[in-house]
């Protein structure tokens, strides 16, 4: 160790005393050795004899690199300097010792007069410690840790320093990362605001909030800190013991996740996804939970209407393809069922006079008819039958059918009307809407075997274009059935409008009166719905546009009294792909008089005409294969525009093109068929040929 000339000490170390904090017996060593190097330096001045012991002591401090250790006088010059002191501060000992050690300060600690109050700090109280920065000799500035002890004489008097400072530049370095690391952690946990992030102690109480959780609970940091998270749980989830198997879970799994219902300050609830994660220390001690809750009550009502939209596509499409099915099947069973009708109806006339075979003919052709009117539910149902539109008064049409209501509903149900003083008109097949209502207020009827009460109501509604009900948006009438029954569980209420389902048992209900319904909706450009709860009765609803104009003049025929019904004799063109059809049909034209010719196509119906021009008119089915009676029709339009043409079908597929053409609907009688001939005869208004109807 360097010292100055001719500064002498009795004494370093009765005074000194410095605790470095981490490695106590270094730090002893040190001071140990600045103090016998200090003895041995006394000596060497004359006042006493080199100690071996003290010499080496000396040695050490001036191998000591990790620390700067020199001494000061008085005054606060330096008097020695070891290699430490040069490594960290850059000066040679010719360059410091004699100089004031206030240079070691910044700029600022020296204005503020630190150097000064450090040495009397030291003098008065028996030791200086700080920490600061301090400034080599290139001007850099390093972290120090200082520790000063006043060296006295044995009378007392300080006579100089022990100065002792180390570079902890690195660790001041890493403490501030590490510091601001935690200041980013927090303001990143401080600022989400999707999630709520708290820390719950080991019994689950709340010791921090960030911006999320108050946003998502409700709750400021001063009104939940200290709670138990418990509160955030339902009732029912905290009598379950939810929240606590949520932290033993974590605790025993090391995780714990899970989505259900939360409770805001407010009250509300909320879906949420919950992580708790535990915390601990190295030694693996538990210190507390992590707790991490995001709201997910947008994500899961957007799941849920995904999932019903979904099941609403595939049931949309189930019914679509049983539609097709039935439509299909509706069709052939209604040709069969018009030539064993026609068939009767020919041998009731030609058959002697017999009332037992005439009571069993009669109950034959009610058979045939009650089949037609399966076959009109079924083709309800796909939406495949032909309407006849006008503009129709709900009340007017209610109390109009209101003696065949109660007729078919009996003594034990009360009908109820509930009707507004002003109500838009619909256009519908009044008809077909008779039929539905008849069928819902029976289904009300069979859900209330003690009797009971059913409202007929309407009301005008506006769909917008966000309503869920699937409807375009506008001006709509709702026509709705209300019992006071037994009412349907969901499974039943979910199958309810499936086709041939029903609950009336076997051979009591055909399945097919609520899908009727919901097929006739459809066709008129509404919806039906239906709302029922077990024991709190049903309601069905109608909901049908509201009409916007007139509708054209309907073109079938309307019936004419009996004596204007048959004319002279016609020579008439009957096309069927169907051969029983066809063959009644030309057998009850015969029958009536007329001459018939037969085509099974359209093409062969046209190659009648091009050889026959005695015809007079065309009755042609609608659906055939290679060309539909429609495009027939567009044919011999273009070809033989005086002659017409009836439409003969029980399908309401129409073409791109509508074409007016009076219709017979199938299966028709052979009274309907010399109807529909003799009113387009009288419209026509002339003998003879007939002329196109314009």
Known sequence: MVVAPGLTFKSISHNFAWDWGRNLSQSAALITAVQRSALGLMEADGLGTPLTEDGRYRLLVEAVTDYAIYMLDPNGIVASWNPGAQRFKGYRPDEIIGQHFSRFYTEEDRKTGLPARALATARQEGKFENEGWRVRKDGSRFWAAVVIDPIRSPSGDVVGYAKITRDLTERKQAEQTLKLSEQQFRLLVQGVTDYAIYMLDTEGNITNWNLGAQRIKGYAPEEIIGRHFSQFYTDEDRANGVPQRALETA?????????????????????????????????????????????????????????????????????????????????????????????????????????????????????????????????????????????????????????????????????????????????????????????????????????????????????????????????YVRLSVTDTGEGMDAETLRRAGEPFFTTKGVGKGTGLGVPMVHGLAEQFGGRFTLRSRLGEGTTAEIWLPAAQSVPEPDLAPSPIPATERFFEPLVILCVDDDPLVLTNTIAMLDDLGHTAIAASSGRQALNVLREENSVDLVITDEIMPGMTGTELAKAIRTGWPTLSIILATGFAEAPLERIALPRLSKPFTQTELAESISALRAKVGKKGRLLRLR
């Open 251 to 475: 605790k025993r799994e090391g995780k714990f996740e899970k989505e259900g219902w939360r409770v805001r300050k407010d009250g509300s609830r909320f879906w949420a996804h919950v992580v708790i994660d535990p915390l601990r220390d190295d030694t693996g001690a538990l210190l507390g939970f992590a707790k991490i809750t995001r709201d997910s009550t947008e994500r899961r009502d957007a799941q849920l209407k995904l999932d019903k939209t979904r099941e609403a596509l595939t049931q949309s499409q189930k019914m679509e393809a049983i539609g097709h099915l039935t439509g299909g099947v509706a069709h052939d069973f209604n040709n069969l069922l018009m030539a064993i009708s026609s068939s009767l109806e020919l041998i009731r006339k030609r058959l002697p006079t017999d009332p037992k075979l005439y009571r069993l003919l009669d109950n034959a052709m009610q058979g045939a008819e009650r089949g037609a009117v399966l076959t009109k539910r079924m083709l309800a149902f796909a939406r495949r039958q032909e309407l006849n539109t006008e503009i129709i008064q709900i009340p007017d049409l209610v109390r109009g059918m209101s003696d065949m209501l109660q007729r078919s509903l009996g003594q034990s149900i009360a009908i109820e009307t509930h009707f507004p003083l002003k109500l838009s008109p619909i256009s519908a097949d009044a008809n077909q809407l008779e039929m539905a209502l008849l069928n819902l207020a029976v289904n009300a009827r069979d859900a209330m075997p003690e009797g009971g009460r059913i409202v007929i109501a309407a009301q005008e509604e506006e769909i917008s274009a966000k309503d869920d009900r699937n409807l375009k948006p506008g001006k």
